[in-house]
């Protein structure tokens, strides 16, 4: 038996790679989101733009308890979201610029959206949606998803400005993305308030637009930020009972909401709404085979979680793209995290 004294025992493991200790920072991980909650929605950054401020001022402008607030900034300043300086006092940085309401490309709306209780709670509840296949949404508010988010302006601004403040950066690339065909109409099937469209006609001077949605949608869209330029048209309606004459129909981030048999019925009818050189473009994230990390595998859970919806592999998009008589033709990554998958019309 080796004596124990001058055994050098096993080496120690530096705290990261001790399995048990990773497995509780994976358990714990759900209050990091919460913190990021707790600053967006009391407007701290805001607080901060005219320089670092000790944290009793901090706390009073904004109306919570000092010390809980700077518990919650000690925690999201170890990832670069605020900073302590060594006098205590706090401040922005780059990452929580983005949390200012007041700059043009605000996150704020995408991180409250992200950890809204209608994706929060549902996630909580992930066993159910493991064990049954379907999503505990329903159970716990009552409704879909959609028509939770129809109920009143205020809910369904919480996903809108959320969906934009996601989708503005991404639409200005994935518009220079493709190429499209000159004087097609261009059709952004789903396409909430416009911003895709927006920046596909600004991008595009030769192609006419229409922003397809749901009625109370199609409201609060963007596309007067064109001013004279009125290569566009809305049309309301439901895109499971049809979808409008076009030439290329835009679908982003929507098949990912939903599962293959709703995904069929929005492509046939684009499919039989399509010109003869009509094609679609579904724009979302590829989800690659293996194990390395991707933003995808996480999207995925949220999906299963909130909607009924999944993200897919490109073989998936091929055969939900045969079932509804399209041919998957090219996967065109984007300097996104989404890609444009392109179907025509197929035999
Ligand atoms: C996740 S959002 C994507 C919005 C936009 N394409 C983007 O990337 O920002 C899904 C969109 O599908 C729309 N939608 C949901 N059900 C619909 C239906 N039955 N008919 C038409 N649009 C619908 C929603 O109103 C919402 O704008």
């Known amino acids: 038996m080796a004596n124990a004294a001058s055994s050098p025992g096993p080496v120690e493991q530096p705290a990261h790679t001790d399995p048990r200790l990773a497995l509780m920072d994976h358990a714990l991980g759900y209050l990091f989101p919460a913190a990021l909650r707790a600053v967006a929605a009391l407007g701290v950054a805001d607080h901060l733009t005219g320089g670092a401020r000790p944290i009793a001022e901090l706390a009073e402008s904004v109306g919570a308890d000092p010390l809980n607030l700077r518990r919650v900034l000690r925690l999201l300043a170890t990832q670069g979201i605020f900073v ?3 006098g205590g006092r706090f401040a922005l940085t780059p990452s929580a ?38 999503p505990a949404f329903e159970r716990l508010f009552g409704m879909p998803f959609f028509d939770h988010f129809a109920r009143d302006a205020e809910t369904a601004a919480v996903f809108h400005a959320g969906m934009a403040s996601t989708s503005d950066p991404e639409n200005p690339v994935i518009a220079r993305s493709y190429d499209f065909p000159p004087g097609a109409v261009v059709v952004d099937h789903g396409g909430g308030h416009g911003g895709l469209l927006l ?45 409008p004459p076009g030439d290329v129909y835009l679908i982003k981030r929507v098949l990912h909401d939903w599962d293959d048999e709703h995904c069929v019925r929005i492509l046939r009818h684009c499919r039989r709404a399509a010109s003869d050189r009509g094609r679609v473009l579904v724009v979302d994230a590829v989800v690659p085979l293996g194990n390395d990390p991707d933003p995808g595998k996480v999207f995925d859970l949220l999906m299963m979680s909130s909607f009924s919806g999944r993200e897919r592999t490109r073989a998936e998009f091929e055969s939900l793209f045969a079932e ?23 035999g």
């Open 84 to 86: 302590e300086d060594d």
């Open 97 to 134: 610029e983005l949390l200012r309401t007041d700059v043009p490309s605000s996150f704020a709306p995408a991180v409250l959206m992200i950890t809204d209780r209608s994706f929060w709670l549902p996630a909580g509840e992930l066993e159910e949606a493991v064990r049954t296949g379907a």
């Open 199 to 243: 920046a596909v006609l600004r991008e595009q001077p030769e192609v006419r637009g229409v922003l397809f949605d749901q009625p109370h949608v199609l409201q609060g869209h963007h596309l007067g930020e064109l001013g004279a330029d009125h290569r566009w048209s809305l049309v309301a309606g439901d895109f499971f009972a049809e979808a």
């Open 324 to 346: 509804a008589g399209l041919r998957l033709t090219r996967v065109i990554p984007t300097d996104t995290r989404l890609s444009i998958i392109e179907g025509v019309a197929a």
